[in-house]
């Protein structure tokens, strides 16, 4: 028996948040998307949220109410790169974590190379939202 080539790179894993496709069936994502879905999981959960893994999340929105400015840049930088390795650290290589905290605004950019797979280029996600002044 043969598989077709589609069939061969069918996505693997479930969508996340998980929901139906078209068909009624539960959506599949491919490895691109399942990667960038775990890495906004670790950004937007707080530490304490999940029930089963408590310590699981970054506590950026936490954030939130901080002051802006360069040590809540530094201290956002820390806590993503340190929260990505730990909970990622098998599945990719955190690259680059830049933040920049202007006029009640955060910027996030997350850049990260998927580990089983040399050859692919660097991803990267951008967040932004407002914080305290």
Partial sequence: MTTSPQRAYAPRHLAFPLRLDGRGRTERADDEQYLRGLVEQVLFTQPGERVNRPTFGSGVAGL??????????????????????QWLGDLIAVERVSVSATEGRLDVTVVYRPLHRTTDQPRSLEVSGGVGG
């Fill in 64 to 85: 939130v109410f901080a002051p802006s400015g360069d040590s809540l840049a530094d201290s956002t930088q820390a806590l993503v790169h340190g929260a990505l390795q």
